[in-house]
């Protein structure tokens, strides 16, 4: 009878463990040793030649069933460990779940089909980074853009593709970018057949699953000359007709304005350096920088000719700080920009004239006034501007 209790309890032992391991698909390596070392406890006491002397053979085969019970025991309290989480689930929950589980794929497929559909709408190229910068992803608009072919593209045939003076920014910018540098902008020249065309790149990262990944968007830029550059930031701003409408308007809200005329001495030196196109995003990039520190307002910045534009400033503070960078000599006028791998600073002269409520200055009067100042500083060997009445 007891031999019986034993091989039964042995036989659970190997049930239990087969089960487990058939269930979960996950072979326990302390189950195994348990197994091999209680179960072959049992013949190595019948068969062995030698027995320890402290312990007699009679009394060890009355405790090993206890010892096998306890074995059979912690097999299945840890087996029933396993299985706890779905037992309390009924037929009802299993459908709960799997209704669920419809409407997360449903809602997961038309998020992936609306996101393929705005790419599709999409006029410009989108670039997805691989996580470690070895390669890229690219959209067809992308391919459209450069004339190439494959939408899989490797770092290092890519760098290939931009112009060699161009490069090495590019690359800086790239790895630069991290989470405390999310967003950038950068310009520079990729190969389109046997020439090279003027793209624009704007780059963001993001985090997913504790790696940072890029994901940009790029647009070609063809350069053509004045007064059409299909630069958005040239382009878009109202001319010189628009200009004298714009003065009577503000002229007549009493309060003190300063009209300011620019003129880019430098930028037909660069065109010859570096071509007219070079000229444009230099430009383009003063006109943007110029904006942001003295006059936000869309109708702040006039386009009077080819590199002389005029700039109203409505606030005295905004004033004071063009003050102050035209007596140091700042780079918030003499501006440093970097296009590609071309960086050059912009020299500008300025004419500058105050219209006060009580001015008696009619419309034209007062941007004449501008323009003699301007033409004043242009032949000035002092100073690169020149202030009415001063």
């Given at each position: ?36 070392l ?10 062995g ?67 393929i559909?705005?790419?599709s ?19 067809d ?25 161009d490069?090495?920014?590019y ?31 704007k ?10 990944h ?17 630069i ?31 003129h ?44 002389q ?12 700080v ?13 501006l ?53 009445g001063?």
């Amino acid at each position: 009878m007891n031999d019986i209790f034993i091989y039964a309890s042995i036989g659970m032992m190997v049930l239990l463990w087969a089960a487990s391991a058939i269930i979960y698909k996950k072979v326990r390596i302390w189950k195994i040793l348990v197994f091999v070392l209680v179960g072959g406890l049992y013949p190595f006491m019948l068969y062995g030649h030698i027995w320890v002397s402290f312990v007699s053979l009679e009394t060890a085969l009355t405790y090993y069933p206890y010892l096998l019970w306890l074995s059979v025991i912690v097999l299945a309290i840890t087996f029933k460990n396993k299985i706890k989480i779905t037992q309390n689930l009924t037929d009802y929950d299993f459908f709960e779940l799997e209704k669920e589980l419809d409407e997360i794929r449903s809602s997961s497929e038309l998020l992936r089909l609306r996101y393929i559909s705005t790419i599709s709408l999409l006029s410009h190229g989108l670039v997805f980074y691989d996580d470690d910068l070895s390669g890229m992803f690219v959209t067809d608009q992308f391919l459209d853009i450069t004339k190439t072919e494959s939408n899989q593209i490797a770092m290092e045939d890519y760098v290939k593709m931009i112009k060699e003076e161009d490069q090495a920014s590019y690359l800086q910018t790239i790895k630069k970018a991290s989470k405390k540098n999310p967003t950038y902008e950068m310009k520079y020249r990729i190969q389109r057949g046997s020439g090279h065309v003027w793209v624009e790149e704007k780059g963001k990262v993001f985090e997913f699953d504790k790696k940072a990944h890029l994901i940009s968007m790029i647009k070609g830029m063809d350069i053509k000359l004045f007064p059409d550059t299909t630069i958005h930031e040239i382009d878009s701003l109202p001319t010189e007709v628009q200009l004298v409408p714009y003065l009577s308007q503000i002229m007549k809200e009493k309060e003190p304005f300063w009209l300011v005329m620019i003129h880019l001495t430098n930028i037909p030196d660069l065109n010859a350096r570096f071509g007219r196109e070079v000229g444009n995003l230099m430009i383009a990039e003063y006109l943007r920088k110029m904006r942001y520190h003295f006059a936000k307002d869309i109708n702040s910045i006039f386009r009077v000719s080819g590199i002389q534009f005029a700039l109203i400033i409505r606030e005295q503070r905004k004033y004071e700080v063009l003050q102050r960078a035209l007596q140091s000599g700042g780079d918030l006028v003499n501006l440093s920009l970097a296009i590609g791998g071309i960086q050059q600073v912009v020299y500008p002269n300025l004419g500058i004239i105050r219209n006060d409520p009580w001015s008696t200055h009619a419309v034209n009067e007062l941007v004449s006034l501008a323009n003699k100042a301007l033409s004043e500083a242009i032949t000035s060997v002092k100073r690169n501007y020149n202030i009415f009445g001063e």
